[in-house]
């Protein structure tokens, strides 16, 4: 069984431009998570689907952050306009069931702005 | 809010030593209680979550709820355990995973 994916598997911009992160869950995965780990500082929590809908975004750093998922499958998360302090390796994570709290881990994106 | 704390960021023993690695957390709804582990160059994944009670790799976590600790265990470290350590509670009410700020094990030979 494949794994959760994220895509690209690092990502090098500059300040003020766009940046958009894919994670594909594993198939049948209704819960779908994004965390962010800033250099130095602990993994946070920004959001959770269940299936295409938000369900808690109270971790999202401000509204340059928009993260969609559409049909339910992958999800993509988008830093526009893209700040130095946003880099950051960021993961995403899956579980199949509301009551099954583990988590399945992607590999993470290392984003990196200049 | 929530809080996770893994006093030790880096802890430091030699193979076949035993190894502690403390976290505290907030109560707060009853947590589910997790560890995960990343090794060098590979993904974050489950380490043991208490509620299934099993020792992985040889590892054990203690509950402690007067405490709020949940402090994992091996009593003889192998250098292969060498990873980053994070204690995560999932925190029913919210359905959200609280990270402690994670403990590197180093293990030498």
């Known amino acids: 069984e494949a794994g959760v994916t994220q895509f690209p598997s690092h990502s090098v911009i500059e300040k003020g431009q766009t940046v958009t992160l894919r994670c594909d869950p594993i198939s049948g995965h209704d819960n779908l998570y994004w965390y962010r780990r800033v250099m130095g500082k602990e993994i946070k929590f920004l959001l959770h689907?269940?299936?295409?809908?938000?369900?808690?975004e109270s971790g999202m750093p401000n509204n340059r952050f928009l993260a969609e998922r559409t049909g339910g499958t992958y999800s993509t998360l988008k830093v526009q306009p893209a700040e130095l302090e946003d880099s950051g390796v960021y993961f995403c994570?899956?579980?199949?069931?509301?009551?099954?709290?583990?988590?399945?881990f992607g590999p993470g994106t290392r984003l990196t702005v200049t | 809010a929530q809080r996770v704390t893994q006093p030790e960021k880096l802890l430091s023993v030699f193979k076949g030593a035993p190894v502690e690695l403390k976290c505290n957390y907030s109560y707060s709804g009853s947590p589910e209680l997790f560890w995960y582990v990343q090794y060098s160059r590979q993904r974050l994944q489950l380490l043991l979550r208490?509620?299934s009670r099993e020792s992985i790799k040889g590892f054990t976590a203690d509950l402690n709820k007067g405490e709020t600790s949940f402090h994992l265990k091996k009593p003889f470290a192998q250098e292969e355990d060498s990873a980053m350590y994070y204690c995560?509670?999932?925190?029913?009410?919210?359905?959200?995973?609280?990270f402690g700020a994670g403990t590197r094990l180093f293990v030498k030979a």
């Open positions: 689907f269940v299936k295409e809908s938000k369900q808690d």
């Open positions: 994570a899956s579980s199949q069931r509301r009551s099954d709290y583990e988590q399945y």
């Open positions: 995560a509670p999932f925190y029913t009410g919210g359905f959200k995973t609280i």
């Open positions: 208490h509620i």
